[in-house]
């Protein structure tokens, strides 16, 4: 689950331990009319976290090699989050 997203890098939650410095490919999309974004990146930060007696762990991960497009897409979903954010 991604809970911070920049045109740099986003923050998920996993239950996998991930290393600092390991490299991983993401792919999400922000609706399903829209093909997948895969990207590589490479963990900055992990913290082992507890939420309803679930441990899992808080990654953060900087982009390496973005495209152009993806980081428009990416942009334009925050805009749209700013001007109308969900209810």
Do not use: K, Y
């Amino acid at each position: 689950m991604i809970v911070e997203l920049s045109e740099n890098g986003l923050g998920f939650v996993s239950g996998r331990s991930l290393s600092v410095g390991e490299e991983l490919t993401l792919a999400w999309r922000f609706d399903d009319a829209e093909p997948p974004m895969q990207i590589l990146c490479i963990v900055r930060d992990t913290e082992e976290t507890t939420t309803h007696g679930t441990n899992s762990r808080m990654t953060g991960a900087e982009f390496l090699d973005i495209d152009v497009a993806d980081r428009l897409r990416i942009v334009e979903f925050l805009t749209r989050r700013i001007l109308s954010p969900p209810v």
